[in-house]
């Protein structure tokens, strides 16, 4: 069974600081990965996603890795915000596309002022 | 704008009484999804679909139903026989390509903004 494991549960950083939030999954033989932020009591909404072709994707000051044989995904956020505070996830489609999304337990990031 | 309706937002049941949770996309995606969240445990897979009169269980779908009879709706019903129902529900969307058994789930995942359940 694929398994996604999001390292920390928890990050609090101070307003302005370069973070790295981690994502590992079991499944090599992966077809694309999703990084969601969720705010508290709302839905997902869907920041980058990764194809297995590719090795990174950018949004602003968001920078998301791709690493299969690793295992690995990484979240980049450039110069933090209070704004930026929010849940992490990261969901990854496996196998050959026809599968449906594992999702990691998520990233709760705190940036203070 | 284009995107995924979820209601009601908030929804209180009797212990016994079936509940139906509405999801309407206009993104025209041709699957849908609903999940279950709950703390500590991520999302869940409850049931998806990936074309009109067609679904298919998740990881956690007794008792759940669902249907599929137009492209732009995906209702959950909650019935008295899932013994947890207080969750937090979230319904998605993406694109697919292909046709028939050979349709892959190659899109971006879109999401409602979900409907809390609580069971009195």
């Known amino acids: 069974k694929q398994e996604v494991t999001q390292i920390p549960a928890a990050l609090s950083v101070p307003e302005g600081e370069n973070l790295v939030l981690n994502c590992s999954f079991t499944?090599?033989?992966?077809?694309?990965l999703q990084w969601f932020r969720q705010d508290p009591g709302k839905g997902l909404t869907s920041l980058l996603l990764?194809?297995?072709?590719?090795r990174e994707q950018t949004s602003g000051r968001l920078n998301a890795s791709l690493d299969k044989s690793s295992g690995r995904s990484t979240l980049y956020i450039a110069a933090s915000q209070p704004g930026d505070s929010a849940t992490y996830l990261c969901?990854?489609?496996?196998?050959?596309?026809?599968?449906?999304?594992?999702f990691g337990k998520g990233t709760m990031l705190l940036v203070s002022p | 704008d284009g995107g995924i309706t979820q209601s009601p937002k908030y929804l209180f049941r009797k212990e016994g009484q079936n509940v139906t949770l509405s999801c309407e996309q206009n993104?025209?995606?041709?699957?849908m999804y609903w999940y279950r969240q709950d703390p500590g445990q991520g999302l869940r897979l409850i049931y998806y679909s990936q074309i009109v009169n067609d679904f298919q269980k998740g990881d956690i779908a007794e008792g759940y139903s669902v249907s599929r009879e137009k492209k732009e709706s995906f209702p959950l019903t909650v019935t008295s026989a899932q013994k947890n129902p207080t969750a937090f529900y979230l319904c998605?969307?993406?694109?697919?390509?292909?046709?028939?058994?050979?349709?892959?789930?190659?899109?971006?995942?879109?999401f409602g903004e979900g409907s809390r359940l609580t069971v009195l």
């Open positions: 969901a990854q489609r496996g196998g050959s596309g026809y599968s449906t999304l594992t």
């Open positions: 990764i194809q297995s072709s590719q």
């Open positions: 993104l025209n995606h041709d699957a």
């Open positions: 998605a969307s993406s694109t697919t390509q292909g046709t028939g058994d050979l349709r892959l789930y190659t899109g971006e995942l879109f």
């Open positions: 499944d090599s033989a992966i077809y694309n």
